[in-house]
């Protein structure tokens, strides 16, 4: 029995390293997933995909509509091996199933005996719908708030009148239609005008495609009229927004607990260039309104989300995945009219329930006064801001040192000029110096060191030229926008 112990604790060490492998895929597989470019190319290849069904429908048995039909099987497989992913890497999987229905349908035409579905990929419009909506933030200010809104409707009435027009054809054949083209200004027509524009239909499939047809043009036309309120529009706009990644399926993400009038100042930063491109910031408040000063330039709105709740609550921060969340910021709440102490005490009890929900989650919490430092310390917090202290002390430095103002304006923002940043010593750099490390950062990279950190919180500021370099050192440095890692 002694003799298989090693054996059993190999096949652990082994099952271990093997499950690890896997979620670091399934990881790498998700970021792909959802990388702007992967987001951008499946955009382009979906309406590719529709244009060759158009016109493979309206073409006579050839071998031109031979090849169309392979690049349109290529084009269907590649959406099925993206479902297959995508459900591979789903936490839950009926979700997926009630999310991405539609596209699992418009894959079928690769099964033969169901050519017949071929107009289901059509419907695959809606989802270059949903990626275009959420690569919108590009556009000014006055095309955001309409949007996604007339996105909708735009898709809505082309799936409408591609996919009745592609039934018709079927339906009806040339004995109705000279041609496809003329099935598609049929249903166009029709559409618009809310009644039949031209034959009528003889077959009963053909009958039922053109009361569909009818009825869906009455309500994309009542729709239409319902989006001049204000209400209705942003209500679709959150749902076409919702459907793509829902709250509980963000990773790495930063949580922003309460709101003050320093919130905008800080989603922007949040939001720098020089930080990830990817990552998505997610804000909590008590208000069913988003915030009135949620800023709208300078921020990427296709990652930011807004949650209604009271943060501290343990279903409401499990809801906005603070267990896969990066980092937190508790903010001092001023939502809701309440006392100085009772901000701090609801920023001391979110700190506590999210350090224990998430004990490796980077937190940094504001307070009005340092009497709960020690016990934010003590549950674990990583940073601690005192906004009126730190105030106090930019001014009595400003009074005292000239020009200090335009200093700080640069140094303590990550949008423009230099900033501050906080970098890992590489292993290569383990016993050499700290006069060392002042050259090789301000010659190759511009840079100046500021401080150096050896965990967990040993910080020297200014280390003295002499002093060796340690593993798991980290930096402060002071650099500009094109500052690379050390190698």
């Known amino acids: 029995m002694a003799s298989d112990e090693p054996i059993r604790e190999q096949l652990a060490t082994a099952t271990l390293t093997a499950m690890t492998r896997l979620d670091d895929i399934r990881g790498q597989?998700?970021?792909?997933?959802?990388?702007?470019?992967?987001?951008?190319?499946?955009?382009?290849?979906?309406?590719?995909?529709?244009?060759?069904?158009?016109?493979?429908?309206?073409?006579?048995?050839?071998?031109?509509?031979?090849?169309?039909?392979?690049?349109?099987?290529?084009?269907?497989?590649?959406?099925?091996v993206e479902l297959v992913l995508r459900f591979w890497i789903a936490p839950k999987k009926r979700r997926f199933f009630t999310r991405y229905w539609i596209d699992i349908l418009a894959v079928l035409p690769l099964i033969r005996p169901l050519r017949i579905f071929r107009v289901l990929r059509v419907f695959r419009l809606y989802r270059a719908g949903v990626l275009a909506s959420r690569r919108m933030s590009g556009f000014n200010t006055a095309v955001r708030g309409t949007g996604s809104e007339l996105l909708a409707l735009a898709l809505g009435s082309l799936v409408l009148m591609l996919s009745t027009s592609m039934m018709l054809f079927y339906a009806e054949g040339r004995s109705i239609?000279?041609?496809?083209?003329?099935?598609?200004?049929?249903?166009?027509?029709?559409?618009?005008?809310?009644?039949?524009?031209?034959?009528?239909?003889?077959?009963?499939?053909?009958?039922?495609?053109?009361?569909?047809?009818?009825?869906?043009?009455?309500?994309?036309?009542?729709?239409?009229?319902?989006?001049?309120?204000?209400?209705?529009?942003?209500?679709?706009?959150?749902?076409?927004?919702?459907?793509?990644?829902?709250?509980?399926?963000?990773?790495?993400?930063?949580?922003?607990?309460?709101?003050?009038?320093?919130?905008?100042?800080?989603?922007?930063e949040l939001f720098a260039p020089n930080t990830p491109p990817g990552r998505a910031v997610v804000v909590v408040t008590e208000s069913e309104q988003a915030p009135e000063d949620l800023p709208v330039e300078g921020v990427r709105r296709e990652h930011l989300y807004y949650h209604h709740g009271d943060y501290t609550r343990v279903d409401v921060i499990e809801h906005v995945g603070i267990r896969q969340a990066s980092a937190v910021i508790l903010l001092t709440d001023e939502v809701v009219p309440r006392s100085p102490q009772d901000r701090d005490a609801r920023t001391v009890l979110a700190a506590l329930t999210i350090e224990r929900m998430a004990p490796h989650i980077y937190t940094v919490a504001e307070l009005y006064s340092r009497q709960n430092e020690e016990l934010l310390r003590m549950a674990g917090v990583e940073e601690i801001v005192v906004g009126d202290w730190y105030a106090g002390m930019i001014l009595g430095s400003v009074a005292a040192n000239r020009g200090l103002v335009t200093v700080l304006d640069e140094i303590l923002t990550a949008a423009h000029g230099n900033t501050f940043r906080t970098v890992e010593l590489p292993p290569a750099w383990v016993g050499r110096t700290v006069a060392e490390l002042h050259n090789e950062l301000f010659v190759q990279h511009r840079a100046v060191l500021i401080s150096v950190e050896n965990p967990p919180?040993?910080?020297?500021?200014?280390?003295?030229?002499?002093?060796?370099?340690?593993?798991?050192?980290?930096?402060?440095?002071?650099?500009?926008?094109?500052?690379r890692a050390l190698s």
């Open 29 to 80: 597989a998700d970021r792909f997933l959802h990388h702007w470019s992967t987001e951008v190319a499946l955009l382009v290849l979906i309406v590719i995909s529709v244009v060759l069904t158009v016109v493979e429908v309206g073409l006579p048995p050839t071998l031109t509509r031979q090849v169309l039909e392979g690049i349109n099987d290529g084009l269907t497989a590649t959406f099925a």
């Open 457 to 483: 919180r040993n910080v020297v500021v200014n280390p003295e030229p002499e002093r060796q370099m340690q593993s798991g050192d980290r930096l402060v440095v002071l650099c500009g926008s094109d500052f």
């Open 177 to 268: 239609f000279a041609s496809y083209e003329d099935a598609i200004w049929y249903s166009a027509f029709s559409l618009v005008a809310g009644e039949p524009i031209g034959p009528t239909p003889i077959t009963p499939l053909g009958r039922w495609t053109t009361l569909f047809l009818i009825v869906g043009g009455l309500g994309l036309f009542g729709v239409f009229v319902g989006t001049v309120s204000a209400g209705v529009a942003q209500r679709l706009s959150r749902n076409l927004e919702a459907h793509e990644l829902d709250l509980d399926e963000l990773a790495g993400h930063v949580v922003v607990c309460g709101w003050n009038k320093s919130a905008p100042t800080v989603l922007r």
